[in-house]
RNA sequence: GCGAGGGUGGCGGAACUGGCAGACGCACUAGACUUAGGAUCUAGCGGGCAACCGUGGGGGUUCAAAUCCCCCCCUUCGCACCA
């Protein structure tokens, strides 16, 4: 508009500028935004505010989950900018991980190379997107400058006695002679060979992150800006439960303690049950008649996987193992079974069996015709244990239990595990669900564990000093499946940094779980080459004020990122205990009801959008098409309608600028026009001036309260509505450009987060000097809302009959004497008597008519 | 089975503490401008001729219920033998 060239089309002269030209827009002020990094973090002063969207796999191209969790971070950083915060809104890669060595199987490229290309690509991708990250701190978890600092970390967990190794059961293809991951398997076959698979025990790593159950489970009442869904999630996941642990013991004085949370029901037991992997077993079995028939179960129930072991749907099958526990409290002499519904991994791997008292027992005890012993009566009526169809597990009083008869279960809880500390058969306990976390991968892609291992000096770690331990890069990448670590013998060969002499290294890397667990650490300070980070910049930026991404990460991601948090924290590295002081958790992208995935092919292309109808466009639509929390629906005809709100606002601009006029001088620059807020206005100005108030009222608070884009969005529409209306309909004699102008500038303000280029190509295009995101948000005008007018309701038995304007401050009887005298109104109450007349204030009248 | 969401026009969704149900957008219908329109603008748009009826169904509280209470149905997600 500054430059007015035209344009000879066939319809005659047409100013050039009147089309929004998307695609000329987006890339100028891309250029610019990439030469002159307006978006870097300032150093550490003033208000921070952390804005982190959770980094993706570099898995090629972005889809449109990603698009929609990036608009949304960049509208909330954006935004928060504006509000004259120092923002951090950095970026990186989620590097590590099995589709770069699937495709280097497949395609022969090395998944480094075959990596790097997608982060290239994916990055172009963000920046035709016109996000607004902090280049200047991306990470990629495959870097040897990050990952040395995922190997340092675990060198700590390894010292403070909180990474330790332990044979845990994998799965394991006989055919590849290698392990499998769970996504490996499909029906219980190798995914790649089609052999079944078995499971195996193999000696690997683990974090200690049961340490943390308390604190984990503890501070999730802190966390009061998380979704309860995700805390319910994770509380569940933790599954704290207390009980005793009552120290069981076979006839010939074995120990075999068992956890429950029924003390009260103990001496009802009249069977145990073992898991077939409990150690205690062999020793069991040994020499008894049924020993040959007891390993067959064994090695049968060993067989099955953990998905169909541990599914309600699978019959509870057992056998006796021929020997005999002692109950501690009564002395009762009970068979001991092994059954495969018996975890070996969670509380002793042992249970005693109360039938009477649950489910699951008394299913397995009449199948195998165990006896079924009552001990807590019910007040209403009495159990016969012959007769009972269930378990009963509802609250009653003891019976059959010795000095306990009598007594409410509910207090004999509590009282049996006390009797029980106190003849030392038993201890209170406290037991989780969650399990320490196996971080080992038998994979190529990952960061190597540093550890290294000595004939002479058994498991050495591998000095700081001597990090990183790098990833070799001529391997073989074979479909055979096995690591390709354990063949490069450059790798595994080594000298013991201990003794100096002859040394295997691991081969196993981590799970890359354990480097999305700190990288919101390392953005703080992201090129720092003697730590992960300088504590003065982690404390400054963390925790994290806003973190966004997708819901499936509710419990693994977060609970890891967490427990990493907390022990950074104890080493001193930070202060926060806690990453993520708010989180969102978007919803997902659907096409025609359903995910949108390469299979179902109802996939559409960020790129294709964006070429279409630009990055504005799709911004807008992603935004306003569904609340971020919620499930969003795709429609290409939407997202046209996006693109013809933007044509919209361009128009109404392009219009009006002749007559709002440039800025008079630079000096405004900073402040937003001001419109006089007297009554020397005409009342069509001030109505519009209350609308552009009104506006910016709702948008500040449906961004910064509710993260309701879509509802700040159709407000931003509606004042663009109206603005047509006023220039349309209104004389142009009576037309305030002040007012005008103020409009137009505080829509581009409100529009700045949503629509990052349009919005600041139009800034200029008034005669704004500076950029549009960096102006300050606007603040509306408590004066501009106020209106003379309301419009009220009037209903008669609850239903509206008329409306009535008057002015706002009107005595509510004088309101109800009006509405009572209403012609509509005496119509429906016709030959009723009045009776209550309701009058809420700027709402409505309603009379009761009887 | 347990836990947490969700159910509102043809569609996506509004309605914030009980106070005009359907904002905003899409689709659709009619018209205007036009050589043309898949551009733009104008008007209409829950159902019913109407009285009225309408927020998954049924009951209740209230002057007033999408919103609060009770019962039920459907649906999505998470966990799924954790003793």
Same mark, same amino acid.
């Given at each position: 508009m500054r430059t007015r060239g035209f344009l000879i089309m066939a319809k005659g002269v047409v100013p +050039?500028?009147?089309? *929004?030209? /998307?695609s000329a827009v987006e890339e100028k002020w891309q250029k610019k935004w990439e030469e002159e990094k307006p978006y870097e973090a300032r150093s550490n002063q003033g208000q921070k505010y952390y804005c982190l969207e959770m980094f993706p796999y570099p898995s090629g191209r972005l889809h449109m989950g990603h698009v929609r969790n990036y608009s949304i971070g960049d509208v909330v950083a954006r935004f928060h900018r504006m509000q004259g915060d120092n923002v951090i809104h950095p970026m990186g890669w989620d590097a590590f991980g099995l589709p770069a060595e699937n495709a280097a199987i497949k395609h022969g490229i090395h998944p480094a190379e075959w990596t790097w290309q997608n982060i290239d690509h994916m990055r172009a991708q963000m920046k035709r997107l016109g996000l607004s990250y902090d280049w200047s701190r991306e990470v990629a978890s495959c870097a040897p400058e990050y990952y040395r600092w995922t190997q340092w970390f675990f060198l700590q967990l390894y010292k403070k006695g909180l990474a330790y190794k332990k044979k845990a059961a994998v799965n394991w293809c006989p055919s590849c002679a290698t392990v499998l991951a769970n996504e490996q398997v499909v029906d219980g076959r190798c995914e790649r060979c089609d052999t079944e698979v078995t499971r195996t025990d193999l000696e690997q790593w683990f974090f200690k992150i049961t340490d943390y159950a308390d604190k984990l489970l503890a501070n999730l009442e802190k966390? !009061?800006?998380?979704?309860d869904k995700v805390k319910i999630m994770q509380e569940n996941w933790i599954g704290r439960s207390e009980g005793v642990e009552a120290f069981f013991k076979t006839e010939n004085g074995l120990p075999l303690p068992v956890f429950t949370t029924?003390? @009260? !029901?103990? *001496?009802? +037991?009249t069977y145990m049950v073992v898991a077939p992997e409990h150690p205690v077993v062999d020793e069991l079995i040994k020499g008894t008649p049924n020993e040959a028939v007891v390993r067959r179960f064994i090695a049968e129930v060993r067989a099955q996987d953990d998905i169909t072991r541990t599914s309600t749907e699978t019959e509870k099958k057992g056998i006796f193992s021929g020997a005999y526990a002692i109950n501690? +409290?009564?002395g009762a002499k009970i068979p001991i079974w092994l059954a495969n519904y018996v975890l070996a991994s969670y509380g002793t791997g042992a249970v005693m069996g109360v039938p009477a008292h649950d489910q699951r027992d008394f299913e397995f005890a009449r199948k195998y015709g165990l006896p079924v012993v009552v001990v807590i009566q019910p007040l209403d009526r009495e159990l016969d244990a012959a007769a009972m169809r269930e378990a009963y597990v509802d609250e009653g009083r003891l019976v059959r239990?010795?000095? /306990? @008869?009598?007594?409410e279960n509910l207090a004999a809880i509590r009282e049996i595990g006390r009797y029980m500390e106190e003849k030392g058969v038993g201890k209170r306990t406290v037991n989780y669900r969650l399990r320490d976390w196996l971080v080992s991968r038998q994979r190529y892609w990952g960061a190597p564990i540093p550890i290294v291992y000595c004939p002479e000096c058994g498991t050495v770690p591998v000095p700081e000093k001597d990090l990183p331990v790098l990833l070799p890069r001529d391997v073989e990448f074979t479909p055979h499946g096995e690591s390709p670590l354990a063949k490069s013998e450059s790798f595994v060969n080594t000298t013991c940094p201990?003794?100096?002499g002859p040394a295997r290294r691991e081969t196993d890397t981590m799970d890359t779980f354990v480097c999305s667990s700190w990288y919101f650490a390392r953005y703080t300070d992201a090129s720092n080459r003697d730590l992960p980070f300088a504590k003065a910049e982690a404390d400054y930026w963390l925790p994290v004020d806003q973190y966004i991404g997708g819901v499936e990460h509710a419990i693994l991601h977060l609970m890891y990122a967490r427990f990493f948090t907390m022990v950074m924290h104890d080493l001193g590295l930070l202060e926060t205990e806690e990453p993520f002081t708010n989180l969102l958790t978007q919803g997902m992208v659907l096409m025609e009801g359903s995910k949108m995935s390469k299979s179902r092919g109802n996939i559409v292309d960020p790129d294709e959008i964006v070429n279409t109808y630009g990055a504005d466009t799709a911004r807008l639509f992603i935004l306003f098409a569904a609340p971020p929390e919620r499930d969003l629906e795709w429609s290409e005809q939407g997202v046209e309608g996006s693109y013809r709100f933007l044509s919209r606002v361009w128009r109404l601009v392009a219009d009006l600028e002749p007559r709002i006029g440039t800025a008079p001088d630079d000096s405004r620059s900073g402040k937003v026009a001001q419109a006089g807020t007297g009554g020397d206005l005409p009342r069509s100005a001030r109505d519009l001036r209350r609308q552009t108030h009104l506006t910016i009222k709702k948008v500040s608070e449906d961004i910064s309260q509710r993260f309701n884009f879509n509802t700040a969005i159709s407000s931003i529409m509606e004042l663009v509505n109206a603005a047509y209306l006023y220039k349309d309909r209104v004389p142009v004699e009576e037309q305030v450009p002040g007012v005008l102008r103020e409009l137009v500038e505080t829509l581009l303000l409100l529009l700045a987060p949503f629509a990052p280029h349009l919005t600041e190509e139009l800034w200029h295009e008034l005669g704004n000097a500076r950029s549009i995101h960096g102006m300050p948000w606007p603040r509306y005008d408590p004066a501009a809302l106020a209106a003379e007018e309301v419009t009220i309701v009037v209903q008669v038995n609850g239903k509206v009959r008329d409306r009535l304007t008057v002015p706002i401050e009107i005595d509510p009887e004088e309101l109800k004497e009006m509405a009572l005298g209403m012609e509509k109104v005496r119509e429906f109450i016709g030959g009723k008597s009045v009776g209550n007349v309701v009058v809420v204030p700027k709402k409505l009248v309603n009379i009761v008519a009887r």
């Open positions: +050039v500028q009147e089309k *929004y030209q /998307f966390l !009061t800006g998380w979704p029924r003390p @009260d !029901t103990i *001496y009802g +037991v501690p +409290v009564n239990s010795g000095r /306990f @008869d009598g007594m201990h003794c100096g």
